[in-house]
């Protein structure tokens, strides 16, 4: 094993008494390379291809308040392949991060700040921020694509060295938001964008050769704030839900959330459909982060997700001043949200709803194998009570009803897992997730396998990396096959 720290980037920030710069959340500036890493446990020979995860690092001192979600992305990879695991890390090199460092310092302000608080203009629905590209990683025509949930550029990145090739170029103005789907079974991406102009959101598809073949409008009564979509076989499902901006605040440049007195709504399209064939639906008020999937049964669409009982919170007690509204939306234990199924009768019009769990999860996870169609498993991180990391894992088994759980002890935070299939796997639960964890009294991380049909057990490989790995939001896994060569 041979750890190579490759690259340390310029940081000039101060601040670390703030509750995301701290313990989870301290950013990294150094980059490594380290191939053929030691393990405990044996690396299994079944595991090929590599696991994804994006991390938020606030390089400079931040322009006003700071939200976790500004840091500049830096993605970390593990690379499996006939037992033996490599590791990189690198940093995102967007438009915003250049220019910070060059100018040696922050020139946009963050989610928290006025628009106005930037430098320079910036990207994002909200707009004047940066496109830090620090969201969601996935794997589209064998590269990784980083994303911003504000609607960004996305990036493409070499899937082995990690060094940022260009800007993807079927991404339309107004951008991509930060969970575009990639459907395996035909290699297609499927994405939205929202912003504060009409018609307020865009839906569209690209082809395997990231060619734009689909791109049209879908009208909301206002400005929205939509984080994810979902898809089955023929439909995709984007949703107009009642936590948006207040409309009187916007007037004042103002960005504050408040969940309206209004039902939540879907648009299903087919996938390559067009306005005038969108099915609206109507269901109980909520805010969901996530989708996991969704799919046909007979003349239902069935889409899963994590339904909210709190979408609009309390304010956060015990946060330091000027804080409370963005801790008490990053902690999950106020938000509540639990597993649940929409299902829309695409005959009749009529929605019916049901829980799955009153447990509080969040970041759902399956086999994206069979994504689109009826999955019996679904993996979930539990969050940590007031702050926004997790603490363990469930896995749900919808036939049998039944779901199981691995917490880790006090010290321990994990990145949303990715379930990587057995390369010669039968079962969909024949794999196993993947995640890095956060031992934030070592000091340290590793990478850790689980066997996905027995979660409860605990991690069946360890392998530490050189450094303690920042948190962030997500995270992916490709095969070897899905990757460019
Ligand atoms: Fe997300």
Redesign the pocket.
């Known amino acids: 094993m041979e750890i190579k720290k490759t690259n340390t980037i310029k940081s000039s920030i101060k601040t670390h008494d703030h509750p995301y710069l701290k313990d989870a959340w301290i950013p990294n500036y150094d980059e490594y390379e380290v191939n053929d890493l030691k393990a405990l446990g044996d690396i299994p020979k079944d595991l090929e291809g590599a696991y994804y995860r994006n991390t938020e690092n606030q390089v400079h001192e931040p322009i006003g308040r700071f939200h976790p979600f500004d840091g500049d992305a830096m993605i970390h990879s593990i690379n499996f392949d006939n037992g033996k695991a490599n590791y990189v890390n690198k940093f995102v090199k967007t438009e915003g991060f250049l220019v910070e460092q060059e100018m040696g310092k922050s020139m946009w302000a963050g989610l928290m700040e006025r628009t106005g608080s930037s430098k320079l203009p910036g990207w994002g629905a909200q707009g004047g921020i940066k496109d830090s590209s620090s969201?969601?990683i996935i794997v589209h025509a064998g590269e990784p694509l980083t994303t911003f949930?504000q609607c960004g550029e996305g990036y493409q990145l070499n899937p082995y060295s990690l060094d940022t090739k260009q800007k993807a170029s079927w991404v339309p103005v107004g951008g991509v938001s930060?969970?575009p789907k990639v459907d395996l079974s035909t290699g297609e991406l499927l994405f939205f964008n929202y912003s504060k102009q009409s018609p307020y959101l865009n839906y569209g598809v690209v082809d395997k050769n990231q060619n734009l073949k689909h791109f049209v409008p879908i009208e909301l009564p206002g400005p929205r704030l939509p984080?994810?979509m979902a898809y089955s076989k023929n439909y995709s499902i984007i949703n107009d839900l009642p936590l948006f901006w207040d409309q009187e605040m916007l007037k004042k440049g103002i960005h504050a959330t408040r969940l309206h007195d209004l039902p939540s709504r879907f648009a299903v399209i087919p996938r390559y459909g067009n306005p005038e064939d969108i099915k609206w639906f109507e269901a109980d008020p909520t805010y969901v982060?996530?989708w996991n999937n969704a799919y046909e049964m007979g003349d239902e669409l069935i889409l899963e997700g994590y339904f909210q009982e709190h979408p609009w919170p309390e304010n956060y007690v015990d946060a330091p001043p000027g804080l409370e509204r963005m801790m008490a939306f990053l902690d999950f234990s106020l938000l509540k949200p639990r597993l649940h199924r929409w299902k829309f009768n695409l005959k009749t019009g009529a929605t019916t709803e049901e829980d799955i769990c009153n447990e509080t999860i969040e970041f759902g996870v399956i086999n994206q194998r069979i994504a689109g169609l009826e999955h019996k498993y679904t993996y979930s991180m539990v969050p940590t009570k007031g702050h926004f990391t997790f603490d363990g894992i469930t896995k749900h088994d919808h036939q049998k009803k039944s779901f199981t759980k691995y917490i880790f002890p006090e010290h321990i935070f994990i990145s949303e897992v990715s379930f990587a299939p057995k390369t010669n796997g039968i079962d969909e639960d024949d794999g196993y997730l993947v995640t890095i964890s956060n031992d934030v009294r070592e000091k340290s991380s590793s990478c850790l396998l689980f066997d996905a049909k027995n979660i409860e057990q605990g991690p069946v490989c360890d392998i530490p990396l050189p450094h303690q790995i920042c948190s962030g939001?997500?995270a992916t896994w490709a095969q070897k096959s899905d990757l460019k060569s």
Do not use: E, S, V
């Open positions: 969201t969601d949930y930060a969970h984080h994810d982060l996530h939001t997500h």
